[in-house]
């Protein structure tokens, strides 16, 4: 008889013909020696840091590719390729010094060329590089990509033989911590193999691991030995290899943990976050992060060009009952960008007086259709309805996969959409906002606001940290008062971490495994 494997169960868990007693049953209670194995809630669509599209993606990229720099404990910025940087000319540039010491998994030297050409290409309008709005501030970036420009007339230049020098649009006191997320690939590599230059008979790293077994629901990791992982803040004893596992179904991947077939299990279920820590306590961690729920409103839509009526729409849902009563604490409510200010009051009676005076009521409703994702979303998008038919809107819900309405949004065919940003481990709520301001990477809702986006260069220019809260507030009062889009809830990175895992980074989540360990 032919036997079953570890995946197959999996695979045949999620269709619900494999009992989670049967999986129990057949699981390897023991791992394998050296190996570290993780559960995530989708597959990374690219292993290229300037074609990937996909969330998932930005979780893949540090265990292979080392970025400019890096994110220390608590969110800091800390030495990676650079080994120190610095501001100049009232911060509207940044010099940046490399390591020296750096190589390709090939042996071949990391050089400021590789960086250089690196922003190059992600300057390059060929090839629709996803993260580009997120380097709009260098000098030339924006305009090179709208206009189809030449990308080597960016702002990026080499000063000396490692050292790269960065300018701005704009005075930039944070500007290097931009970059914890921009990996640069190796030019001889690219050069020799185009965008092939990811098969994995091809592929050339600068990390801690190299993959070597990818598909779209298998990646495996072994250990580069070519680099002092150490020396760069990574653990000294890396796992041998870390496979991760692709597997969508929540509660697939708790019974996966539960079992013992994997050390970590990314996202499970929200209805499940108090029952897992009850039982697992420590070892269900949840931790802040800049993922953000929220309602796309198309401002071009004739019933919502107006602001007032915007801003009304927000007024009159009641996010405590929604993270309270519907999610059960799992998420965090939120009307507003900045995650750490207090709630905006829930005002349902005004919200009906604005609308009346606009026109609407139960007698002439407002009309529109509210654009849902197949998850939990679907449960608060009933109480959302619910809640503007109290004040003369009248919506429909239409539930479909995210890759229809990622579609929908990117062609503007939508009133509303419930839908979700999530920066990873970027904390900084302007980095946060600018997804929604000019150009921004979700901007679905069609608002320009350019005293917005004058606010939010201005916050980026204040160095002192409470005059850069103040602005931070004064560019989100915009967003406040305009209501191009409503907050809804923010959620965590939420994790369940075995007991044969250690170390990682304090204050972010377990999401840089070169930094973890492997109990003996």
Request: charged fraction near 25%; charge should be neutral; hydrophobic fraction near 40%.
């Amino acid at each position: 008889m032919n036997s079953i494997n570890r995946r197959q169960i999996t695979t045949f868990m999620a269709a619900g013909l494999i009992s989670p007693s049967i999986l129990s049953a057949c699981s390897k209670k023991v791992p394998e020696k050296g190996i570290m194995r993780i559960a995530l809630r989708g597959e990374a669509d690219s292993l290229d840091p300037f074609r990937a599209e996909f969330a998932i993606a930005d979780l893949i990229f540090p265990q292979y590719l080392l970025p400019l720099v890096g994110f220390g404990d608590n969110s800091t910025t800390i030495p990676s390729i650079a080994s120190s940087w610095e501001g100049v000319d009232n911060f509207t540039s940044w010099i940046f010094t490399l390591n020296p010491n750096l190589k390709w998994s090939d042996g071949a030297p990391l050089t400021a060329n590789d960086v250089l050409q690196s922003f190059r290409r992600g300057a390059n309008w060929k090839t629709a590089f996803p993260d580009a709005p997120e380097l709009y501030s260098i000098k030339g970036y924006e305009e090179i990509i709208k206009n189809k420009g030449n990308p080597e007339d960016i702002g990026v230049s080499i000063v000396a033989p490692n050292k790269i020098k960065i300018d701005l649009v704009a005075p930039e006191a944070q500007f290097p911590a931009q970059l914890r997320e921009f990996y640069p690939i190796p030019t001889h590599v690219f050069n020799k193999y185009g965008d092939d230059w990811t098969k994995l008979e091809n592929i050339v790293v600068s990390g801690p691991y190299k993959p070597v077994i990818y598909n779209q629901t298998r990646i495996r990791f072994a250990k580069n030995p070519n680099g002092d992982w150490a020396s760069l803040g990574f653990n000294p004893n890396l796992p041998n290899m870390i496979d991760v596992d692709t597997v969508q179904e929540s509660a697939t991947r708790i019974r996966m943990y539960q079992a013992g077939d994997v050390d970590l299990s990314q996202d499970p279920a929200l209805l499940r976050y108090t029952d897992l820590k009850e039982k697992y306590g420590d070892k269900f961690l949840r931790m802040p992060a800049p993922l953000l729920i929220y309602i796309s409103l198309n401002t071009k839509r004739p019933q919502l060009q107006d602001m007032d009526i915007r801003r009304a729409l927000g007024m009159a849902i009641n996010r405590e009952i929604i993270s309270h009563n519907l999610l059960r604490d799992a998420v965090h409510p939120a009307n507003r960008m900045v995650r750490t200010e207090p709630l905006l009051p829930f005002d349902r009676e005004g919200a009906r007086k604005i609308l009346e005076a606009k026109g609407y009521n139960a007698n002439n409703p407002l009309k529109l259709d509210l654009l849902v994702p197949k998850d939990d979303r679907e449960r608060a998008a009933v109480q959302i309805v619910n809640s503007w038919k109290q004040i003369g809107v009248e919506a429909t819900i239409s539930s479909t996969d995210s890759s229809a309405i990622s579609a929908r949004l990117n062609g503007h065919d939508f009133d509303a959409a419930l839908v979700k940003i999530d920066k990873g481990l970027k904390t900084d709520p302007i980095d946060l906002m600018a997804s929604f301001a000019s150009g921004g990477n979700a901007y679905s809702h069609q608002w320009i606001n350019h005293d917005f986006d004058a606010a939010l260069k201005k916050a980026r220019s204040i160095a002192d940290e409470k005059q850069r809260h103040e602005a931070v507030l004064a560019a989100e009062k915009y967003i406040i008062d305009e209501a191009p889009i409503l907050p809804i809830w923010f959620g965590d990175s939420a994790w369940l971490i075995s007991d044969r895992i250690k170390g990682g980074r304090k204050g972010i989540p377990p999401v840089i495994w070169p930094t973890l360990e492997l109990k003996s």
